[in-house]
């Protein structure tokens, strides 16, 4: 089992900047596919980021494309979420997430962390 512990999250706000980590312990070498959900007050998780642990190859979701960029740091076990002109509709509990598969379906993510929130005001 691989734990995951968030941080990062707060305040900003629209246009703003903020970078959520992500630290990995545990079975971490299980880890093919890192990734970050976010679920907003009424809505689905949704798919923000991924990140392949190996190769370094990423996905973005259309609605940040361009804004997040998604990182990982193999000697410290950590990923990434770099979120730049952060919009009102940004704001939700952001999740790290782990798969040992090569996935963008979060059913496929066993390991999850506690959730952080980020909230943009406009």
């Known amino acids: 089992q691989v734990q995951l512990v968030e941080s990062g999250g707060g305040l900003v706000q629209a246009g703003g900047s903020l970078r959520l980590s992500c630290a990995a312990s545990?079975?971490?070498?299980?880890?093919?596919?890192m990734g970050w959900f976010r679920q907003a007050p009424g809505k689905e998780r949704e798919i923000v980021a991924t990140?392949?642990?190996?190769?370094?190859?990423?996905y973005y979701a259309d609605s940040v494309k361009g804004r997040f960029t998604i990182s990982r740091d193999n000697a410290k076990n950590t990923v990434y979420l770099q979120m730049n002109s952060l919009k009102p509709e940004d704001t939700a509990v952001y999740y790290c997430?782990?798969?040992?598969?090569?996935?963008?379906?979060?059913?496929?993510?066993?390991?999850w962390g506690q959730g952080t929130q980020v909230t943009v005001s406009s």
């Open positions: 545990g079975r971490t070498f299980s880890m093919y596919t």
């Open positions: 990140i392949s642990w190996r190769l370094g190859s990423t």
């Open positions: 997430a782990a798969s040992k598969y090569r996935s963008l379906v979060a059913g496929d993510f066993g390991s």
